[in-house]
């Protein structure tokens, strides 16, 4: 058992809390709001208005589910188009308002089947990404169990990326990296370590902004820090000219693998 | 879920290539056979034809370098960036001996190339993807390559055209790979804030972590007959759903068909659409 896997099976860890848990003990009089407007309300990705503090937000989450039940309504936290779709929404609405976005990553990726294909997966992932690229609104994303690859990039394109001690976030899961690179899924414990998805390792490649302790488990501690530092954070990116805001955000990702070329 | 899948570039359709180089060099003489149909033909006559079988009509793969090299105009192109090489950033098991034999085997040393060149005497700017360089996989340096040419044609006001191919991302530049769907997608926003064009011409395969950025942030977009173009693979879809998939799943005709594309156009065809656009979008014209 290598470090890594570790990282990746405390990520998964059933119990962990999930995005709604952070919306509840972060944020007060969350109000939900359901739908991308186009074909359906994706249960995988929760959203809404709250307010931090005194400050109106818009939260988006990626939710797995707490109860089987749950988890299946929700997908198990895959996300089809319409997730993406209404996150999407819900950012646009929150940049005419002024709101700042906060977005909670928990996936093991984007849904693969025949509908989120016939839908457009790949569209509105893509989509996502240019217009959170633009917004004109400070936006922080929190990976807080698994980012899962496109999936996950898809509420990660952010002003703050910060993930919590034992998220991970990776290009593939291992078992995929394991099966593709050394066409054996059992590998997985290797190709965590391979992948560099520890929430240390993407803070050393400059990737994420800041890391989270999770405070022994104690999660409701956890969110008392978290309120402060999302809140820290969103007066700190509010002193800023929007058009210096939104150059620092993509000057930040434009560096990422060009740096030493 | 896997950005990437390796056996979309084991259909026919692509083995043509491999072929090709593999015939001993004895100039004249030398022939192609096509997978599809199993017809004979001499390499010149293939060439001529952009790898098209004229018996058939499969469309066989071309290299990034021939692609540009067929559509632009004679001795207009002009590469960039031609010296920036990949990195194993990570230490990752088995890359760089990986790199180096793909890197002999290709001929290039990336996934893309990338360039300006003249179509009909119009000026634009080019990328195109190698099929053939670790299943056309985007990693730091593919994306480092398609953001500057974006960053360039923005600031010298030039049209993009970019030919597709790719699995998707590259699992051995880890983050560094996905990242590159954030900072490409940057730089095609900031393109098309500048007012400029940018057709993508999706080529079989176009899947993964490029048609969740680049290959669907285009102003219109362009396939290639049959091309297989999609999020997630086919097989990975399969093992998901646990069913097989209907015939012609995720063909360009069926992503037409769903609206995700603007227009399929076979290859002897696409010289002559891609310079009615540019025609169509020069700015000149509206004095
Ligand atoms: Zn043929």
Redesign the pocket.
């Known amino acids: 058992m290598t470090a890594a896997y570790e990282r990746v099976q405390a990520a998964r860890q059933k119990g962990r809390p999930t995005s709604m848990y952070y919306i509840q003990h972060i944020f007060t009089d969350f109000l939900e709001m359901h739908g991308d407007r186009r074909y359906a309300d994706d249960a995988a990705v929760v959203g809404g208005i709250a307010m931090l503090g005194g400050m109106p937000v818009t939260v988006v989450g990626i939710e797995k589910g707490v109860d089987t039940d749950e988890k299946v309504r929700r997908n198990f936290g895959s996300a089809h188009p319409e997730g993406y779709r209404k996150a999407l929404r819900l950012m646009l609405q929150a940049e005419k308002f002024g709101r700042p976005v906060v977005c909670l990553i928990d996936t093991s990726g984007a849904f693969c089947g025949i509908g989120a294909e016939e839908r457009g997966q790949g569209l509105a992932i893509a989509e996502n990404l240019m217009a959170m690229m633009g917004l004109s609104v400070p936006i922080i994303s929190l990976v807080i169990g698994e980012g899962g690859s496109g999936g996950a990039l898809a509420l990660g394109v952010a002003d703050r990326v910060w993930m919590l001690e034992n998220a991970v976030y990776s290009v593939i899961s291992p078992e995929g990296a394991a099966s593709i690179v050394w066409k054996d899924a059992g590998k997985a414990a290797e190709a965590s370590e391979a992948l560099r998805l520890t929430a240390t390792d993407l803070y050393g490649f400059g990737m994420v902004e800041r890391v989270f302790p999770e405070a022994d488990g104690d999660f409701a501690a956890l969110c008392d820090t978290l309120r402060t530092a999302f809140t820290q954070e969103f007066e700190a990116l509010r002193t800023l000219p929007v058009q210096a805001m939104v150059e620092q955000r993509y000057q930040k990702f434009r560096k990422i693998g060009g740096d030493a070329l | 879920m896997p950005l990437i899948s390796k056996d979309l570039f084991k259909k026919p359709n692509n083995a043509l290539e491999g072929g090709v180089d593999a015939q001993p060099p004895a100039a004249e003489e030398r022939t192609v056979t ?1 997978s ?4 004979v033909l001499p390499l010149d006559v293939f060439k001529a034809q952009a790898h098209v ?1 004229p ?4 469309l066989h793969a071309m290299s990034a370098r021939e692609r540009i090299l067929w559509l632009v105009d004679a001795d207009s192109f002009q590469e960039m960036d031609a010296a920036l090489l990949p990195q194993d950033r990570l230490g990752f098991p088995a890359y760089a001996g990986k790199l180096r034999k793909v890197q002999q085997e290709s001929g290039e040393p990336e996934g893309v190339v990338t360039g300006t060149g003249m179509l009909d005497g119009m000026p634009c700017a080019l990328f195109s993807m190698n099929p053939e360089f670790i299943m056309g996989s985007m990693g730091a340096v593919v994306g480092e390559k398609i953001t500057r040419l974006f960053e360039y044609a923005a600031a010298q006001r030039l049209p993009v055209i970019g030919y597709i191919v790719s699995g998707g991302a590259r699992i051995q530049e880890g983050m560094f790979s996905l990242m590159q769907m954030a900072k490409t997608s940057g730089a095609v926003l900031r393109h098309s804030q500048a007012g400029q064009l940018y057709i993508a011409v999706l080529t079989h395969p176009t899947t993964g972590g490029v048609v969740a950025s680049f290959a669907m942030e285009a102003d219109i977009i362009l396939a290639e007959p049959k091309a297989l173009i999609g999020f997630a693979g086919p097989r990975v879809i399969e093992q998901t759903m646990r069913q097989k998939l209907p015939e012609g799943f995720q063909r360009a005709e069926f992503i037409m068909e769903k609206g995700f594309v603007d227009r399929i156009v076979p290859r002897d065809a696409q010289r002559r659409e891609l310079s009615q656009l540019l025609r169509a979008h020069r700015k000149e014209g509206l004095a």
């Open positions: 096509c599809e149909c199993k017809a079988c018996r058939c009509g499969a």
